[in-house]
């Protein structure tokens, strides 16, 4: 039972770091656009929200689900595991109050208000996540 807790914990890091791409991906592709010739890109707190969902998909997740398997004990150390789980929980932790704090907290305006709260919503929950299973690391 013990064992089975890390990776229903990563298969529910990766459940929520795939809806946090495709909806941090919606709102990176409705906020960037060319006015007049000129571009406008998405605000920052929304591409690094982007950024850390796939960060957490690919650098981070791959690594942890696939270095115990198919790396030399060398390359498969603890502190690494660990250093992966705290820059990826520092990041969800950093990106959702961004997202927030940009946000702040004004009337409902359809379904852009929408889709940026549950993307805070679902960073904090991704937030909540990672520590837990840095908790459930081995003694080093």
């Not at 795939?18 to 656009?33: E, F, Q, R």
């Not at 707190?45 to 997740?61: E, R």
């Not at 502190?79 to 990106?95: C, S, V």
């Given at each position: 039972?013990?064992d089975l ?16 791409l ?6 990176v592709s ?14 920052s ?25 198919f ?18 929980a520092?990041?969800?932790f950093?990106?959702?109050?961004a997202?927030?704090?940009w ?23 991704e ?6 299973r ?5 003694e080093?």
């Amino acid at each position: 039972m013990h064992d089975l807790i890390p990776l229903v914990l990563r298969a529910l890091q990766l459940l929520f770091a795939i809806i946090l791409l495709g909806m941090t991906g919606w709102l990176v592709s409705t906020t960037t656009a060319t006015y007049f010739g000129y571009n406008v890109d998405s605000p920052s707190q929304i591409s690094f929200m982007l950024f850390t969902s796939i960060w957490t998909i690919f650098p981070a997740l791959t690594y942890l689900a696939l270095a115990p398997r198919f790396l030399p004990p060398s390359a498969n150390n603890k502190i690494i595991h660990l250093a992966m789980d705290a820059i990826t929980a520092l990041f969800w932790f950093a990106g959702f109050i961004a997202l927030a704090a940009w946000y702040g907290s004004s009337d409902s305006c359809g379904r852009f208000c929408n889709v940026v709260v549950a993307t805070c919503v679902f960073g904090a929950f991704e937030w909540y996540v990672v520590p837990k299973r840095c908790g459930l690391q081995k003694e080093l």
